[in-house]
């Protein structure tokens, strides 16, 4: 007999293994890092031109993906750790649960550290102009640096998507009981 819809929706039938966990961290790691590297390398290609790309932007590129990568290590480790495990207890093991989650974590995360914990105010007078536009002035995050802050949380919000729906496939499958 089969569980009823509600049941079956919820990730009631998914189970998982500390091996499968592991690799779905491995792999979640290396597709967050590669993003990164291969956004730097895009940049860093447009900047340059393609011979200077080719001597030493490539070799660059894979130090990006290196220290993306730990980067991403650290934060799957324990924030994608904290939140996978009070969700698996719950039973919140479905695709859209996964897909919630890695959006919710990155934005809030950087929106966070992007905006001083959403004061706009910073602990040192400091001033940043970037993309045609100061970001912050004296101190106080201009309205182009809330909206740059919203725009770098949204792109890695969407990252982490990605990489939360690939961990996700490779972390679940299906019971194998009744």
């Not at 919630?100 to 905006?115: E, K, M, Q, S």
């Amino acid at each position: 007999m089969q569980k009823p819809r509600s049941e079956r929706s919820a990730g009631n039938n998914l189970e998982t293994s500390p091996v499968r966990v592991a690799i779905a961290l491995v792999l979640g790691l290396m597709l967050g890092g590669a993003f990164i590297a291969i956004d730097y390398a895009i940049r860093l290609y447009l900047g340059l031109g393609a011979s200077h790309f080719a001597e030493w932007g490539l070799s660059k590129s894979i130090g990006v993906w290196c220290w993306a990568s730990i980067v991403w290590f650290v934060c799957l480790s324990i924030f994608g750790g904290i939140a996978w495990n009070e969700m698996h207890r719950q039973y919140r093991r479905s695709w859209v649960d996964a897909a919630t989650a890695g959006l919710i974590i990155p934005f809030v995360l950087l929106l966070l550290l992007n905006t001083c914990f959403l004061t706009g105010q910073s602990l040192v007078q400091l001033s940043s102009y970037s993309g045609g536009a100061w970001q912050w002035k004296d101190g106080e995050l201009t309205p182009e640096g809330w909206q740059r802050a919203l725009v770098i949380s949204s792109y890695f919000a969407l990252q982490g998507c990605i990489v939360s729906l690939a961990a996700w496939s490779i972390a679940y499958r299906r019971s194998r009981s009744p």
